[in-house]
């Protein structure tokens, strides 16, 4: 690698192109170990300056940002809490719908303020935003603050980037739109002290109509086994208690590199470690494989509780949105998951007002949630994304019906979440202790096995990291409340 300044001239930026982003090579790619490396010249960049980080969206997207920290303590810069303090300020954005991209816009316009007090500020962002074509032609033109720009792809890159923009003072502006290998050797400063997002695979094939996150992320590539379990392995060694496995659909685990089994094998293997919670997110209903269900329901320490989005309620819908599944086949999978994982919770997806949607199909949508009766929903109106099928698609739907579907929607799905806590009042869960509260520091809070918020009492001495077993006196929408027994 080259680090002088003419390595990137000025303007000589690397921009995203959706076209490519849509791509799918057949090739396998390649695992590397050894590809993320410091130069000397940049070893030190970070003595006496500060970085301040700000990660939207997905849990991809915050395990990113644990990266990221990582490779920015290893050039020696220190993490602050305030964009005021930092001489690095980055936003790790995300761009499944436009409201979080109008965030991060938003964002971007009222720090500029900072280089007036501080001239040598650098900022910078990166994350699924800077794969947009539209987003990082707003950013040349109208933001021309903003000195660094970089990608999902390159984030290994970013010793070298950052050395550019800082050093050089060049704006650089580096997005890949072709995933590259999968990086082993990339430092992690992990944010959590007993809970850890472990990635099994990046990227997406499935090209749901609406979704921006197979031209963000790329094709799908997964980790080896071996890369996984030792990752856990130091997790376990270091005192993590709980991992959540991720990928944008874990169910394909595997399948690129023609792993046997698949994701039930890995999750079994995970299993064994003895690791005290597992955790996996997200999981598609199309190819939930019945090996995966017996695996969960086998493992004490596989956790009850399944993300499964449902997005719409109507079959012919959930075709056009290129889901893959019917509702029958979804209620079908619901039932097998709910009869063999005892004690199961289930959260889900659904987006509302889609081109076209019709009010009978908005009704299906209402009749899947009855049938479900889901823990918890996350309940988006449709967001048209610049490069997917979905965003060429004529629309009769007016906004203030998508916004009164969406009310509706959520009234049931609130309702349902509610009576779902009720029904824990009176009984004893095992709570994996966060800390104490924000609010009050005589109030410790928690999660259930099965995923939920729990604010608790306890008069014995607790720390964060410990699994207690809490009555739970009182239930909420969104959280229980209890005492420790
Ligand atoms: N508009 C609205 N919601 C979306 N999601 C993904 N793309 C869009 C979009 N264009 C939702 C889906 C997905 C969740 C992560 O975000 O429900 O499951
Ligand atoms: Fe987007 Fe569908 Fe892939 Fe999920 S499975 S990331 S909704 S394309």
């Not at 436009?98 to 900022?123: C, F, Y």
């Not at 992990?190 to 979704?211: L, P, Q, S």
């Not at 063999?340 to 889609?354: E, L, P, R, Y």
């Amino acid at each position: 690698m080259c680090y002088n300044a003419n390595d990137m001239k000025k303007n000589d930026y690397k921009l995203p192109n959706l076209k490519d982003a849509q791509k799918r090579t057949k090739q396998q790619v390649k695992i590397e170990k050894e590809l993320f490396e410091v130069p000397v010249e940049v070893k030190n960049l970070g003595v006496d300056r500060k970085f301040y980080l700000r990660t939207y969206g997905c849990q991809a997207n915050e395990r990113d940002g644990e990266t990221i920290a990582g490779i920015l303590e290893q050039l020696h810069f220190t993490q602050v809490d305030t964009p005021e303090e930092a001489d690095f300020i980055l936003l790790n954005t995300c761009a499944v719908r436009k409201n979080a991209e109008d965030k991060v816009l938003g964002e971007l316009g009222s720090l500029k303020r900072l280089k007036q007090t501080n001239p040598d500020l650098i900022m910078g962002m990166c994350g699924c935003m800077a794969q947009g074509e539209e987003i990082v032609d707003i950013i040349l033109k109208k933001y021309p603050h903003v000195d660094l720009v970089f990608g999902t792809h390159n984030i290994h890159r970013l010793p070298k980037l950052l050395y550019q923009a800082m050093m050089n003072k060049e704006r650089t502006i580096e997005v890949f739109s072709q995933e590259g290998e999968v990086i082993e050797n990339l430092p992690v400063k992990r944010f959590g002290t007993h809970k850890a997002w472990v990635n099994i695979m990046y990227g997406c094939d499935k090209f749901c109509t609406y979704c921006i996150v197979p031209y963000t992320r790329g094709k799908e590539r997964s980790r080896t086994m071996e890369d996984v379990l030792a990752e856990i392995q130091t997790l376990i060694d270091e005192g993590f208690k709980e991992v959540t496995l991720l990928g944008q659909n874990v169910n394909s685990y595997g399948k690129d590199l023609g792993i046997d089994g698949g994701f039930a094998r890995l999750l079994e293997e995970v299993a064994k470690t003895g690791i005290q919670r597992i955790r996996f997110t997200t999981s598609h209903p199309w190819d939930f494989s019945d090996a995966m269900i017996d695996v969960i329901a086998a493992y004490d320490n596989i956790m009850p509780f399944i993300h499964l989005p449902v997005q719409s309620g109507d079959s012919d819908m959930l075709k056009i949105m290129g889901r893959r599944y019917t509702i029958e086949e979804y209620r079908t999978l619901f039932d097998k998951l709910a009869s063999k994982i005892k004690n199961v919770a289930f959260s889900t997806d659904i987006i509302v007002g889609f081109p076209n949607e019709t009010e009978e199909q908005f009704q299906r949508t209402l009749d899947i949630v009855e049938y479900c009766q889901f823990d918890n929903a996350f309940t988006f109106i449709y967001s048209p994304r610049e490069g997917t099928p979905a965003a060429k698609m004529q629309d009769n739907v007016p906004m203030e019906v998508k916004q009164d579907r969406l009310n509706r929607l959520m009234e049931r799905t609130n309702h349902y979440a509610r009576l779902k806590n009720e029904a824990w009042k009176g009984k004893t869960c095992k709570v994996l202790v966060d800390g104490p509260s924000k609010k009050n520091k005589d109030v410790y809070s928690g999660y259930t096995e099965q995923q939920k918020l729990v604010n608790f009492t306890t008069d014995q001495k607790i720390k964060a990291g410990d699994i207690v077993d809490v009555e739970i006196t009182d239930a909420k929408t969104w959280s229980l409340n209890g005492k420790q027994v």
